[in-house]
T-cell receptor, first 110, second 117 residues
Framework: QKEVEQNSGPLSVPEGAIASLNCTYSDRGSQSFFWYRQYSGKSPELIMFIYSNGDKEDGRFTAQLNKASQYVSLLIRDSQPSDSATYLCAVEGRTYKYIFGTGTRLKVLA | DAMVIQNPRYQVTQFGKPVTLSCSQTLNHNVMYWYQQKSSQAPKLLFH???????NEADTPDNFQSRRPNTSFCFLDIRSPGLGDAAMYLC????????????????FGDGTRLSIL
C-alpha cells in the first residue's frame, strides 16, 4: 500500500463548479497535512495546510481532514480555468519528512 | 520577502560531466531538502539536513551528494550525470512549529531543470 494515495485524474469540472480532490494516507501518527498546486514545469505552491479534524477555509479553498478515516480532501469552489494544475497532497512523515502523493490533475473547462 | 532561491533555473550538462546545483534561503529554517521530480511523478526525496545533520534516503544513488556549509546554503552535486538524471530538482525548507504539533509547511524554490546531453 502506498503511503499517500491520490487519484491521478484528470478530474474535469466546468468553470464555476466545485472541484473535489481526495487523498488517503496510511500512517495514523501523521499530524500535518498539506495541499500544493503545481503548474506544468513549475515548483509546488502551498495552497492549504490543516492539522485538526474538520474543515479549514481560505477563500475559495476548503481543506477537510478526517483522521479516523485517514483522508484529507481539498474543495475548490467557483473553479476557474487558472485552477487547472496538478494538486499534490503531502503528509508529514517521520523525522521531518513529507510524504507526497502522485498528484491529481485538475482540468477546469471554460 | 523571505524566500528559497535556486540557481540556476536551467542547467544543461554533458553525460558524465559533474554538475552542482545551489539553493539559498532567507527563512532561517533549520531543515533543508533536495527532491528530484520527473514528469507526472511525485517529488522524490533525495536527502535532507536537520541543521548540519545529513540524512540520506536509502534509494538515493551514490552519484548524488550534498553539502550544507551553513544555515542559508545547500548544494546538490551530481558526480557523473546520466540520462536518467534529467529532471526538475527542487530545494525546500521547513521547521517545526515552536508550540509543537508537527512540521510547518515546506517552502519550495522555483526549481532547477537539469538536461543531459
Amino acid at each position: 500500500q502506498k503511503e499517500v494515495e491520490q487519484n491521478s485524474g484528470p478530474l474535469s469540472v466546468p468553470e464555476g463548479a466545485i472541484a473535489s480532490l481526495n487523498c488517503t494516507y496510511s500512517d495514523r501518527g501523521s499530524q500535518s497535512f498539506f495541499w500544493y498546486r503545481q503548474y506544468s514545469g513549475k515548483s509546488p505552491e502551498l495552497i492549504m495546510f490543516i492539522y485538526s479534524n474538520g474543515d479549514k477555509e481560505d477563500g475559495r479553498f476548503t481543506a477537510q481532514l478526517n483522521k479516523a478515516s485517514q483522508y484529507v480532501s481539498l474543495l475548490i469552489r467557483d473553479s476557474q480555468p487558472s485552477d487547472s494544475a496538478t494538486y499534490l497532497c503531502a503528509v508529514e512523515g517521520r523525522t521531518y519528512k513529507y510524504i507526497f502523493g502522485t498528484g491529481t490533475r485538475l482540468k477546469v473547462l471554460a | 520577502d523571505a524566500m528559497v532561491i535556486q540557481n540556476p533555473r536551467y542547467q544543461v550538462t554533458q553525460f558524465g560531466k559533474p554538475v552542482t546545483l545551489s539553493c539559498s534561503q532567507t527563512l532561517n529554517h533549520n531543515v533543508m531538502y533536495w527532491y528530484q521530480q520527473k514528469s507526472s511523478q511525485a517529488p522524490k526525496l533525495l536527502f535532507h539536513y536537520y541543521d548540519k545533520d545529513f540524512n540520506n534516503e536509502a534509494d538515493t544513488p551514490d552519484n548524488f551528494q550534498s553539502r550544507r556549509p551553513n544555515t542559508s546554503f545547500c548544494f546538490l552535486d551530481i558526480r557523473s550525470p546520466g540520462l536518467g538524471d534529467a529532471a526538475m530538482y527542487l530545494c525546500a525548507t521547513s521547521t517545526r512549529w515552536a508550540t509543537g504539533g508537527g512540521n510547518q509547511p515546506q517552502h519550495f524554490g522555483d526549481g532547477t531543470r537539469l538536461s543531459i546531453l
